[in-house]
């Protein structure tokens, strides 16, 4: 299964990927607020992301999705959304990393767009969250373009605090919002994809 967006095309990561994923965790810019600039072990990759990711597809069908370019068939990074540990809400949590070379280009805001439409057009899920360094610019933009709003959580703790916060700064994206901000659509489902009125997301088998 793929979901493709106009420049991208997303698949739910492999054994075959392994290698792809070590070289983006090996890249210090990539990883400054993941781990301080520390890479990501291979044997790490190999015998725990994949397979944890491979198995929340096979239970809840939702994990890690690498990202493409549709036109050089061209890895670009991926975007996740997973299931929140302890958690017993209809709810998904959303991270995405995107290698240097494609930093800038909308990347990240494309990917996680087609994949959270694909997961409230097709699931009961009521909220996707995310969360980042308060440093992270880059990726504030991403959660804002996307229509993510600050969590309550993180409203109140800036309330309390009336400093500057040190602590990963949570946003949120309710499916009643998403449906009115961005879910003007039409579903064909005898072809299995998904039409909105700004472009064209397709899944395919």
Do not use: C
Request: glycine share 8%.
């Amino acid at each position: 299964m793929a979901i493709d967006s106009e420049r991208l095309r997303l698949r739910p990561v492999s054994p075959d990927d392994v290698d792809r994923l070590y070289v983006l965790d090996a890249d210090p810019d990539v990883m400054r607020f993941v781990s301080g600039g520390e890479p990501t072990r291979r044997d790490t990759i190999a015998d725990w992301v994949v397979p944890r990711s491979q198995a929340q597809f096979a239970s809840h069908g939702t994990g890690m999705w690498t990202v493409s370019l549709r036109r050089h068939d061209m890895f670009a990074g991926w975007v996740h959304l997973r299931l929140p540990r302890h958690s017993a809400e209809h709810e998904l949590e959303l991270s995405y990393r995107i290698a240097r070379e494609h930093w800038g280009a909308g990347i990240a805001t494309e990917a996680a767009a087609a994949l959270i439409a694909v997961t409230f057009l097709s699931t009961d899920t009521r909220r996707v969250f995310a969360s980042a360094h308060p440093g992270h610019s880059a990726s504030h933009r991403v959660m804002r373009k996307l229509g993510m709003r600050l969590s309550p959580l993180a409203l109140s703790a800036a309330r309390l605090s009336g400093e500057q916060i040190d602590d990963d700064i949570e946003y949120e994206l309710l499916r009643d919002q998403w449906a009115a901000t961005r879910g003007r659509h039409t579903v064909d489902r005898t072809a299995g994809r998904h039409r909105r009125a700004n472009g064209t997301i397709g899944m395919t088998g």
